[in-house]
């Protein structure tokens, strides 16, 4: 059973050092019983407090990493139900579906295309995560030959998908050192499964006929030594498994059950045929609370909706994506160049660069911290404000690099020209365009002000 807050602050030294992060022992140990804090960030416990704690002070999901390398994946970890009381942290992977049963040419090829499903937006790069292989065939040696040349033709995790122990342990011999998902282990081949996972220290997805049964397989593989499980909620319609995620979460967040506290992985190719569908199923996990999705078809007109919209979910709504403050030069600008501001939210950063950048004029856009406001919010926050401006643009250094004293604001904030003219002395302020999109008309008219 968990732990209450007083039961954790009784083992604590009680000395309210603070060097936790939180002013009191008491505090910490709330926060602890929560799910918000690790017990490492307390220097002062004892060992014997932390074997005491240890299954309060482990996360209420585990964290599971699939692979090895730069693309390995970690899932999992989540302490929330909805993203706006904290923020989801680790983004759930999307694997591309093949099997041994597909022309290999063709499947091969499949998946080199992945390689262009990738997408850089607001300075992040958007891809695919995994390449889940099913035993379609049911033969074993030609599932771990198959493995071996998907494995050659990708960097990507393998997820690999067969209830067969017999060509589960064929293919780990080929590929069990990457540490690729092992699915499944069900009630009829647990404990060969079992087996596998220890020997490879591979981690393991699980599927059970009921939620009941699911529980009972993760309890014997924890007490087995078997940790890095990822869950399948075995459900293959969209209703049922959106309630069954949705279960899982409340489980192992609120009622802190630890037999369903580990992360997911969802079938949207095995739910449908519908190539929209199996979007609209993908869509709904990443929402609600897929840790792997897996899909059949991951070209980049359906990726890349699907990559944004778990970008957009996985943003912490409480601190906005910023770009660092300073003058960015864009097109090798000189010394005649225009200097232009906005604010470092990250989304407004890429937009107006990428219109300067299109525009093919040089230019040095200077973005001011407003703690990643867009500049309407920002302004209305008392932010984006003459005083700021101004104080950014005396220390940014952008005095030396340029012969003029012109900086060009946003058109949305014309209000603030004057007082900012005021503030910058011998600057002079030019009102550029309210969109970005109207920044590359607006940059190839410019005439500099003389002062
Ligand atoms: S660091 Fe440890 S001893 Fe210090 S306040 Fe936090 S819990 Fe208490």
Not at 41 to 61: D, F, G, I, W
Not at 65 to 80: F, S
Not at 238 to 266: C, F, M, N, Q, W
Request: negative net charge; hydrophobic residues 40%.
């Amino acid at each position: 059973m968990a732990l209450t807050g007083l039961d954790i602050f009784k083992q604590l030294p009680k000395t309210n050092c603070g060097e936790c992060g939180v002013p009191t022992c008491l505090a910490f140990a709330m926060k602890l019983a929560a799910g918000g804090a690790s017990l490492d960030a307390c220097p002062h416990v004892t060992e014997e407090a932390k074997a005491a704690l240890s299954s309060a002070s482990a996360p209420p999901m585990r964290g599971v990493t699939i692979g090895t390398g730069d693309n390995a994946l970690k899932i999992g970890e989540e302490l929330v139900l909805f993203r706006h009381e904290k923020t989801f942290f680790n983004p759930p992977g999307f694997a591309l579906l093949i099997d041994d049963a597909m022309d290999e040419a063709d499947a091969i090829a499949k998946v080199e295309s992945l390689k262009g499903v990738s997408f850089e937006r607001v300075g992040q790069v958007l891809k695919a995560n995994l390449v889940a292989i099913k035993n379609a065939s049911g033969d074993s040696a030609k599932f771990a030959d198959f493995v071996k040349k998907v494995q050659a033709a990708t960097d990507l995790p393998l997820v690999l998908i067969s209830e067969s122990p017999d060509a589960m342990g064929k293919a780990l011999e080929v590929a069990g050192t990457s540490k690729p998902l092992i699915y499944a282990a069900t009630e009829s081949n647990v404990d060969q499964m079992l087996e596998l996972a220890k020997q490879y220290q591979a981690p393991l997805a699980v599927r059970a006929s009921s939620l009941d049964s699911l529980g009972d397989l993760t309890t014997k593989l924890d007490a087995a030594g078997v940790k890095d499980l990822v869950i399948d909620p075995g459900t293959r319609q969209l209703k049922d498994t959106h309630e069954s995620l949705v279960y899982l979460r409340r489980a192992a967040l609120k009622k802190k059950l630890r037999p369903y506290g580990y992360p997911t992985i969802t079938m949207p190719a095995e739910e449908t045929d519908d190539d929209m569908m199996e979007a609209v199923h993908a869509a709904v996990y990443v929402m609600k609370y897929g840790g792997i999705i897996v899909m059949r078809d991951l070209s980049p007109e359906k990726a890349y909706p699907l990559f944004v919209l778990r970008q957009n979910i996985y943003t912490d709504p409480q601190r906005p994506m910023q770009v660092e403050q300073g003058f960015y030069p864009i097109n090798s600008p000189d010394e005649n160049s225009p200097v232009l501001v906005t604010t470092n939210f990250s989304l407004t950063y890429f937009i107006v660069s990428s219109e300067v950048e299109g525009s093919k004029m040089p230019a040095w856009l200077g973005v001011v911290d407003v703690e990643g406001l867009s500049v309407l919010t920002a302004w209305a926050a008392g932010k984006f404000v003459p005083e700021r401006i101004a104080a950014f643009v005396k220390k940014s250094g952008i005095e030396e690099k340029v012969n003029h004293r012109n900086v060009v604001i946003p058109g949305y904030v014309a209000q603030i020209s004057g007082e900012l003219e005021d503030e910058l002395g011998d600057w002079k302020v030019v009102v550029g365009p309210r969109e970005a999109s109207d920044v590359p008309s607006f940059l190839k008219s410019y005439q500099p002000v003389t002062v």
